[in-house]
């Protein structure tokens, strides 16, 4: 068995433990758009995450966590709605687009089918499941910010499959072998 203690070594090695610990852990994965408005335009922006979780039923909320210093979060921040795509085991290809540098996100954007959602306005993409939130509270942690939301709108597609991610790599899980 492992180590089971940390606490005499330095923050660093404990980082890279942390990393090497959450490797494996199976996450879902989706896309979270959000839009500014600016100059009569809209520009959309979205972003791959492996960090929601269902917080409470009632009233339904989720978290996600992402980087403070990230355009997205200002983006997320001055709307106060996004929306989220759950990607299917097939959606390797959207959550690769999206882990990319914001410039080459927007402009993806422009060319992948995506609808507002009729509650937000965020885009929803083609995923297995979806749903819009509006801002609810949001809390520092660390180099991130933890961001509640109120979901007001939500939906399914039953694609049959799942994207994860774990061990630094995308799987789709086909939910007939579970």
């Not at 929306?83 to 992948?112: Q, T, Y």
Request: charged content about 20%.
């Amino acid at each position: 068995m492992g180590e089971l203690s940390s606490a005499n070594r330095p923050a660093v090695a404990v980082k890279d433990d942390l990393r090497s610990v959450m490797r494996n852990f199976a996450t879902g994965v989706c896309v979270v758009s959000t839009f500014s408005d600016a100059e009569s335009a809209r520009r959309h922006n979205a972003l791959t995450i492996n960090s929601l979780t269902s917080v409470s039923l009632d009233p339904p909320l989720v978290s996600l966590s992402i980087r403070r210093d990230s355009a997205f979060v200002d983006d997320l921040m001055s709307s106060r709605v996004w929306a989220l795509s759950i990607l299917d085991g097939g959606g390797e290809d959207l959550a690769r687009i999206f882990a990319r540098p914001a410039e080459e996100r927007v402009k993806a954007l422009r060319s992948l089918p995506a609808e507002p959602g009729g509650q937000t306005g965020a885009l929803i993409l083609d995923s297995a499941a979806w749903m819009e939130c509006r801002y609810h509270a949001h809390l520092v942690a660390g180099d991130h910010l933890l961001i509640l939301g109120e979901v007001v709108g939500a939906g399914v597609r039953n694609s049959g499959s799942s994207l994860v991610f774990l061990h630094g790599k995308f799987h789709g899980v086909d939910q007939s072998a579970i």
